[in-house]
């Protein structure tokens, strides 16, 4: 059993940023891969970024290429989402995911467990 906890979400003005941490127990972090995706109203879960269990080669959604980085530390058990030039369009619940696996993947349907979210808002 895995417990993922986010943090760090709120109301920011466009262009903007935030950091986003996700604290994870009960599991060895260090061979999960770790995603993020966001939900806002009315529209359907998106993939925002993934990283494989020892950090290396993460890899991005196209709409937040180039803004968002996404970061972990094993020894601290987190994982982070570096948001920089927020739009008015990254307003979402954003969630952090956990999967069975060391390998990275964009698909919510690979991730086994999953945290309460925090809603990120960004205003125009």
């Known amino acids: 059993q895995v417990q993922l906890v986010e943090s760090g979400g709120g109301l920011v003005q466009a262009g903007g940023s935030l950091r986003l941490s996700c604290a994870a127990s009960?599991?060895?972090?260090?061979?999960?891969?770790m995603g993020w995706f966001r939900q806002a109203p009315g529209k359907e879960r998106e993939f925002v970024g993934a990283?494989?269990?020892?950090?290396?080669?993460?890899w991005y959604a196209d709409s937040i290429k180039g803004r968002f980085t996404i970061s972990r530390d094993n020894a601290k058990n987190t994982v982070y989402l570096q948001m920089n030039s927020l739009k008015p369009e990254d307003t979402a619940v954003y969630v952090c995911?956990?999967?069975?696996?060391?390998?990275?993947?964009?698909?919510?349907?690979?991730?086994?467990?999953w945290g309460q979210g925090t809603q990120v808002t960004v205003s125009s």
């Open positions: 995911a956990a999967r069975l696996s060391y390998s990275s993947s964009r698909y919510s349907k690979d991730y086994a467990y």
């Open positions: 009960g599991r060895t972090f260090s061979s999960s891969a």
């Open positions: 990283i494989s269990g020892s950090g290396g080669s993460p």
